[in-house]
């Protein structure tokens, strides 16, 4: 019982080693990785604003009225906004009203959103990773996974305007899923593989054990039958020997002792009718069952 209990132990305990590093890496890993991942694009979403702000040398006349943006800015925003994969780009005065926006009916409307005074007209950015199908800081539901970039502009401290853009990235988050998801089944299969190999293992094992267990038990009674038998043996090759008696002028005493349960000894004692005595004394050859045989 006591080895029973060990192996399920062992069971256990190998359960949990090929368990335990899957959960790691699913709990903590994986997580971890997508945390960075997902930092580095929030990254890379802030260096495409501040590029794009920069090629496009807002002046601060642009931050006060729609009017000031010409054709031609216009279609350089429509070119940038194709080759760096953008799904949208605003542009907002100091009071967070939109001049600007690759949506058209979003042009004239307010952000009254707290982040936009308390946030980014104080200069500070802000950023968040928006789901697909999920509403973005504005309230908007959108189709796809973006960084949302609030970017302020400062001349000499002063806060002019801020510049918004929804940065696409649905297909590096579906390459980054696609590789964790990859890796994760690949890492299950494995811990899968490795726990069905130990708990097979640790079954043959138990079968075994439990076979070791008959056969030990069979031996048992057959041991414990045959020390009955050899003690009957023993008992009756006692009861055998010859009753040794006392004379009037000879006092005799006798002992047999076997080496093991039985022995090849014997021994008797008489008088003859002429008064000789007769002393015959035997030891076959071996011990235990072969000697009294």
């Not at 996974?145 to 579906?174: C, H, Q, W």
């Amino acid at each position: 019982m006591l080895k029973l209990n060990l192996l399920r132990i062992i069971l256990f305990i190998s359960l949990g080693i090929a368990v335990i590093p899957a959960a790691y890496n699913i709990f903590y890993i994986y997580p971890s990785f997508n945390r960075l991942s997902m930092e580095d694009a929030e990254d890379e979403a802030i260096r495409t604003a501040k590029y794009l702000l920069t090629y496009l040398d807002l002046k601060e006349e642009q931050f006060h009225s729609s009017a000031a943006f010409t054709v031609h800015f216009l279609n350089r925003i429509e070119k940038v906004q194709k080759e760096l994969g953008i799904f949208k780009i605003k542009i907002f005065s100091s009071t967070g009203k939109v001049l600007y926006s690759t949506k058209l009916r979003e042009i004239g409307t307010v952000n009254n959103n707290s982040y936009f005074k308390n946030i980014i007209a104080r200069g500070r950015l802000k950023t968040k990773i928006v789901q697909k199908d999920t509403r973005s800081m504005e309230g908007e539901k959108v189709s796809m996974d973006i960084v949302e970039t609030y970017i302020p502009v400062m001349i000499n401290d002063r806060f002019i305007g801020a510049f918004e853009l929804y940065y696409n990235i649905s297909k590096k988050k579906e390459k980054i899923d696609n590789l964790l998801n990859h890796s994760l089944l690949t890492l299950f299969i494995m811990s899968l593989a490795l726990a069905l190999g130990m708990c097979w293992t640790l079954w043959k094992l138990g079968v075994q054990f439990k076979e070791r267990q008959k056969i030990e038990k069979k031996l048992t009674l057959r041991n414990d039958q045959m020390q009955e038998d050899l003690n009957l043996a023993a008992d009756f090759q006692q009861a055998i020997l010859p009753e040794v008696r006392d004379f009037p002028f000879l006092k005799i005493g006798s002992k047999c002792t076997a080496y093991e349960e039985v022995s090849g000894d014997v021994f008797d004692i008489s008088f003859d009718q002429d008064g000789s005595l007769k002393f015959f004394l035997g030891d076959a050859t071996g011990h235990g069952v072969i000697g009294p045989l």
